[in-house]
């Protein structure tokens, strides 16, 4: 069986719960004041088995809206992840105002395909009525949608607008499921005996019962403790059903309609995004929706079953007129959980008008007034289903992207974004260098900017090892961690070797340059003048350039430093270590004044010295004396 959700829409008393009661046999409106009112206030609910014209079990989740225009917040919740919409006319009204607002507001929401249902057709003049639809709907997504007479007083067309749903049912792929679940909750409410429910259509993947949750924006962390759908114990749910779950250790006060039903491992819900921003071309002069968006402007913007105060910030043009489009950034009064190719509605705030709809392009919300960018993000709203633009283009945006987490709150799985990783990686559209992956154009451009402080270190300093990889990673502060490194074991696969904490080219041999070699000089004469108890380094050390030249010394082995104070040349310090050794050899266990005597040096440089061998495995320290602790 396949699973979908279906939606009614249309002007308030055209019939619309009537007609899913007739279709269904489940009355949706639920409320005693819509019983009194005779109007539906709020959301409904009924399911609706069919089967297809090539016997396809098609189990339709049927949302019931109000078309009031007081309910039109309402309207916008029931709506948002929908697959197909139940578009009611009545013969005896024909075409009205929230019949049009309705429609604007299914497009803006990505709604692609409808059906017409024209109710009350006992009351004649449905030829009429048929013609002016159809001259409606001229233009729009549903230019070609079915028009099915109805009517529930003798149930003419009834069977007949079964047949034309499962006909559309039957053509349509099922909900895709790419691993992120969402639950967009619209109600709500506590049952005795069972705690906490709430319920939505899931979208996007599966949740099973008895699975770790998380309620965004928030981070609440709970657990599944049972799923059903119209009444049926479910142990997975899957996309495109409608689903009530139950949440143990959650009270009602914690959750209201707006949140949203996830897992784990997503970034926090954002208060800033950027999206694509359109304004119906249908938006006549007469009409108050029609007047244009403000760059500045404050609206509400209705995401999934919530809706946010939010203030809008055109980037190219100050005003968006009807029949255009223009990127925009949204600043909300509270963070949503919204992925990109998400869509939305705006609206004034009074409520009372729809303003425009709209594409998010990025939930993360950087701004961006590049023009290149710009159109990154523009070619975005074309193809929001081609997950290799996507990738390209959050390159693109970004020059270098960690491939972990990589458009994580976007509508496609995380082996779909592997593979158009892999594939844009092997037509050399992007390069990929451990878990970073970058536009080449950036990569080399990075790899440019650090082989020319590295050389210009070494032109200036050719004594040194390399260029310091702490230097480096500050002069590169601008990039995360995962670059520097990623960067850094590129370029050592290649031309550049990594020596401690330092990188140089491989060809690089430090050298002294001939102004210091008499610093080098004179340096070796003062730790050879007296070998075993030579100056401290404060007496070396009275110039940056002699500083300079005792690193170098250091760093090429000439010199050892067994202290921060204390040094010795290379020669004079194997010749302590065999003295020691054959001391020891000969006369057994020494201690520090015995070897002290025995080399003519001082305390100052023997316990320094003596902790080196130890550590070198040289000689072993027990009590107070030293042994030998290998074979030399």
């Known amino acids: ?65 109000p078309g009031h225009e007081d309910f039109v917040r ?125 319920t939505g259509t899931l979208t996007g993947g599966q949740l099973r019962r008895e699975q770790k949750i998380v309620i965004q924006p928030g981070n609440l962390k709970t657990r599944i403790r049972s799923i059903q759908s119209h009444g049926r114990e479910l142990a997975v749910a899957e996309p495109g059903v409608r689903t009530a779950i139950s949440l143990p250790d959650v009270s009602v006060e914690q959750i ?29 002069r007469e009409n108050p929706g029609a007047r244009p968006l403000k760059s500045g402007s404050s609206v509400y913007l209705h995401h999934g079953t919530s809706r946010i105060a939010a203030k809008i910030s055109l980037l190219k043009n100050r005003l968006l007129e009807p029949g255009e489009k223009e990127v925009a950034q949204l600043r909300l009064a509270s963070p949503i959980f919204a992925f990109a190719g998400d869509h939305f509605v705006i609206r004034d705030p009074s409520e009372q008008d729809t303003l425009a709809g709209g594409l998010v392009l990025d939930p993360n919300g950087t701004e961006f007034r590049d023009e290149l960018k710009r159109q990154l993000l ?31 709150k976007a509508p496609f799985s995380s082996g779909e974004i592997a593979d158009a990783l892999l594939n844009l990686q092997r037509n050399n559209e992007i390069v990929i260098h451990e878990k970073v992956a970058a536009n080449p154009s950036s990569w080399q451009a990075l790899r440019d900017r650090v082989s020319r402080l590295i050389d210009n270190t070494a032109s200036r300093n050719p004594e040194q090892v390399g260029y310091d990889l702490s230097n480096l990673r ?22 550049f070797v990594r020596r401690e904490s330092t990188i140089a080219r491989r060809s690089h041999r430090p050298a002294l340059p001939a102004k210091l070699q008499p610093i080098a000089a004179k340096i ?23 500083q300079r030249v005792l690193k170098f010394l250091v760093e090429s082995g000439k010199v050892i430093e067994i202290a921060p104070e204390t040094m010795l040349l290379c020669e004079n310090f194997e010749r302590m270590k065999n003295t020691v050794a054959n001391f ?49």
């Open 474 to 495: 500050a002069a590169l502060r601008d990039k995360s961690p995962d670059v520097f490194e990623a960067l850094i074991s590129d370029m050592c696969s290649h031309d």
């Open 74 to 198: 309402n309207m916008i919740a029931g709506v948002g992840s929908i697959d197909l919409a139940l578009l009611v006319v009545a013969a005896d009204d024909g075409w009205m105002p929230q019949t049009e607002e309705h429609l604007q507001i299914l497009t803006y929401l990505g709604v692609e395909r409808a059906v017409i249902a024209l109710t009350k057709s006992d009351l004649g003049g449905t030829d009429t009525i048929k013609r002016q639809i159809r001259e409606r709907l001229r233009g729009s997504p549903f230019g070609k949608a079915k028009i099915i007479a109805t009517s529930v007083r003798n149930g003419d067309g009834i069977e007949t607008l079964k047949s034309a749903l499962a006909s559309e049912f039957a053509t349509m792929q099922a909900p895709r499921d790419y691993g992120k679940p969402r639950l967009f909750i619209d109600r709500v409410f506590t049952l005795r005996g069972i705690g906490t429910v709430v």
């Open 378 to 408: 523009m070619s975005r709203a074309m193809a929001s289903n081609d997950v290799h633009l996507w990738v390209r283009s959050e390159v693109g945006l970004h020059g270098f992207v960690s491939t972990q987490g990589l458009l994580d």
């Open 1 to 65: 069986m396949t699973n979908f959700i279906l939606a009614t829409a249309g002007h308030v008393d055209h019939g619309k719960s009537a007609l899913v009661k007739a279709l269904t046999g489940t009355d949706p409106d639920r409320l005693p004041e819509e019983k009194k009112r005779e109007i539906t206030i709020d959301l409904g609910f009924a399911e609706l088995n069919l089967v297809g014209p090539d016997e396809q079990r098609l189990h339709i989740g049927i949302v019931d809206v």
């Open 256 to 284: 209201s309609r707006g949140n949203v039903v996830t897992v784990a491992g997503f970034p926090s819900a954002n208060s800033t995004l950027i999206a694509l921003l359109e304004k119906s071309q249908r938006l006549t």
């Open 524 to 546: 070796h004469k003062a730790l050879s003048k007296e070998p075993f108890d030579p100056p401290s380094r404060r007496e070396l050390e009275c110039d940056p350039e002699t």
């Open 584 to 632: 020891i050899s000969k006369n057994g266990p020494a201690t520090v004044s015995e070897l002290r005597q025995a080399l003519e040096s001082s305390r100052r440089i023997m316990v320094p010295f003596l902790e080196r061998l130890d550590r070198e495995g040289v000689t072993r320290r027990v009590g107070d004396k030293r042994t030998l602790g290998r074979i030399i």
